[in-house]
């Protein structure tokens, strides 16, 4: 089983004058800019997703189901790959649609745990009647694998106000895991998605719950100089928000799945990549997204 995920910025579905219409791959205060980036940002997102050819792909940043729909039914095929018989984007907490999606080629069971607030996940926090994750954790059966599929705060605009969101987030995960499995060692679950770690890593990270010896950082098993997954222009950095953290067993199951980092769609001004880019790609836009896709190999799934 191959598995992407991908936070695939801001994809929202519009009709303007009646005319369907996809958002690109911008922030909103990315403004100003010609609407043909925005169709060739999509066009570049799906052929980025069909160099990974994957069984299941979980996408952060849709804004509703229909947007989904639309891209799984209209774009995705002009990129060479047939629609994906499963699609599902569950509404999340985000009031502005950052919803987290799921595509797959195998039949799925997909649980959203955007309602659970603090106290019924037993996790101690000053507001335990709020639901714990600002988007959500979406829970998704396939084979014999639990995929956790998270999307946790950004660190801006207040890196100190984010970090305890972002560590009750990390610690409602684990209780998830844990209410799931008896003996979390021995299961075979994987948590992936858009953490949201910012670049100093001398920091406490806001993860610690999650990062090993609870999971094990597939990430690890690259180079430290290749495990970066977005380029912030306004800032010049690169960082590693995107994570691949997978139960031990699994991990000893599929001890030579080392993730694979697509970064063919990113704009040519994250000058670090330099293998090559899909046609099309320009030096901010147009691009897939401002994250490079993670792939993730697990034979006989």
Same mark, same amino acid.
């Not at 169709?39 to 990974?52: F, G, H, I, K, N």
């Not at 008896?182 to 610690?208: F, H, K, M, V, Y």
């Not at 599929?254 to 697509?262: F, H, I, K, M, Q």
């Given at each position: 089983?191959?598995?992407?995920?991908?936070?695939?910025?801001?994809?929202?579905? &519009?009709?303007?004058?009646?005319?369907? &219409? %996809?958002?690109?791959?911008?922030? @909103?205060?990315?403004?100003?800019?010609?609407?043909? /980036?925005?169709?060739?940002?999509? #066009?570049?997102?799906?052929?980025?997703?069909?160099?990974?050819?994957?069984? *299941?792909?979980? /996408?952060?940043?849709?804004?509703?189901?229909?947007?989904?729909?639309?891209?799984? @039914?209209?774009? /995705?095929?002009?990129?060479? /790959?047939?629609?994906?018989?499963?699609?599902?984007?569950?509404?999340?907490?985000?009031?502005?649609?950052?919803?987290?999606?799921?595509?797959?080629? &195998?039949?799925?069971?997909?649980?959203?745990?955007?309602?659970?607030?603090?106290?019924?996940?037993?996790?101690?926090?000053?507001?335990?009647?709020?639901?714990?994750?600002?988007?959500?954790?979406?829970?998704?059966?396939?084979?014999?694998?639990?995929?956790? =599929?998270? !999307?946790?705060?950004? +660190?801006?605009?207040? +890196?100190?106000?984010?970090?305890?969101?972002?560590?009750?987030?990390?610690?409602?995960?684990?209780?998830?895991?844990? @209410?799931?499995?008896?003996?979390?060692?021995?299961?075979?679950?994987?948590?992936?998605?858009?953490?949201?770690?910012?670049?100093?890593?001398?920091?406490?990270?806001?993860?610690?719950?999650?990062?090993?010896?609870?999971?094990?950082?597939?990430? =690890?098993? *690259?180079?430290?100089?290749? @495990?970066?997954?977005?380029?912030?222009?306004?800032?010049? #950095?690169?960082?590693?928000? $995107?994570?691949?953290? =997978?139960?031990?067993? %699994?991990?000893?199951?599929?001890? $030579?799945?080392?993730?694979?980092?697509?970064?063919?769609?990113?704009?040519?001004?994250?000058?670090? !990549? &330099?293998?090559?880019?899909?046609?099309?790609?320009?030096?901010?836009?147009?691009?897939?997204? $401002?994250?490079?896709?993670?792939? *993730?190999?697990?034979?006989?799934?």
């Amino acid at each position: 089983m191959r598995i992407v995920s991908f936070n695939i910025q801001n994809l929202r579905l &519009r009709h303007p004058d009646g005319v369907a &219409r %996809l958002d690109g791959a911008r922030d @909103r205060d990315e403004v100003g800019e010609p609407e043909t /980036l925005d169709a060739a940002d999509r #066009r570049l997102a799906a052929a980025l997703l069909a160099t990974s050819d994957a069984d *299941l792909v979980v /996408l952060q940043e849709v804004f509703d189901s229909e947007t989904l729909d639309w891209f799984n @039914r209209h774009v /995705l095929p002009k990129a060479g /790959l047939r629609p994906y018989p499963y699609a599902v984007c569950l509404p999340g907490n985000d009031g502005r649609g950052l919803d987290i999606a799921v595509l797959s080629r &195998r039949a799925v069971r997909v649980t959203s745990h955007a309602a659970l607030t603090e106290a019924e996940l037993g996790v101690r926090s000053d507001t335990p009647d709020l639901p714990v994750f600002r988007r959500d954790c979406v829970e998704i059966e396939i084979g014999q694998i639990i995929v956790f =599929a998270c !999307h946790f705060k950004a +660190p801006h605009p207040d +890196p100190s106000a984010a970090w305890p969101v972002r560590r009750l987030e990390a610690a409602a995960v684990r209780a998830l895991v844990e @209410r799931r499995f008896s003996q979390p060692e021995q299961g075979l679950w994987l948590i992936l998605g858009d953490l949201n770690e910012p670049w100093d890593a001398d920091a406490t990270p806001a993860i610690a719950p999650l990062l090993p010896p609870f999971s094990v950082d597939l990430m =690890a098993r *690259l180079p430290e100089s290749d @495990r970066w997954t977005y380029y912030d222009f306004h800032s010049d #950095r690169y960082g590693q928000p $995107d994570a691949l953290l =997978a139960a031990p067993a %699994l991990a000893t199951r599929w001890p $030579d799945s080392v993730p694979v980092v697509l970064r063919s769609g990113l704009g040519f001004e994250a000058t670090r !990549h &330099r293998a090559g880019h899909l046609p099309g790609v320009g030096r901010h836009r147009p691009h897939a997204s $401002d994250h490079a896709a993670l792939l *993730l190999s697990l034979p006989g799934a």
